[in-house]
């Protein structure tokens, strides 16, 4: 087993988080993010794929998969249950945003910001004459 592979299952964070769509990338210039319970989302791959657009009604981290509001299935016995969703086959196109959350953005983007101009990791001229 590769040594990358192995960090991807122990980070169940890395694992589950998730691109996001190209309108929320923009507005926020982040990439990609962990999927949380009340973040709307759209299935990409698979069986449901093309459907409506969905809330998270629970993610289980466990077992890779997250639970959406609008994709159920009916058992046997007549019951429904929600069927899950590796996080890998779905896109967020709505965060739910609290102070946590606004507070990873700001310094995620802003890491970006700097990454684009060139400047991350060096020293200035000014921070050099001190």
Do not use: W
Not at 49 to 69: A, D, H, L, N, P
Request: charged share 35%; with cysteine; glycine share 6%.
């Amino acid at each position: 087993m590769k040594v990358a592979d192995t960090t991807m299952k122990l980070n169940k964070n890395v694992t589950s988080s998730r691109r996001r769509s190209n309108e929320l990338r923009q507005k926020y210039n982040v990439k990609s993010m962990p999927v949380r319970k009340d973040d709307e989302v759209q299935v990409l791959r698979g069986h449901y794929k093309g459907q409506q657009i969905g809330k998270i009604v629970q993610c289980y981290r466990k077992k890779f998969c997250v639970y959406i509001e609008r994709i159920q299935r009916e058992k046997a016995n007549g019951a429904t249950v929600y069927v899950g969703i590796h996080p890998s086959k779905i896109s967020i196109v709505k965060l739910k945003m609290d102070k946590d959350r606004k507070k990873i953005l700001n310094r995620r983007s802003q890491g970006r910001t700097a990454a684009t101009d060139g400047d991350k990791g060096k020293y200035t001229e000014q921070q050099m004459a001190k």
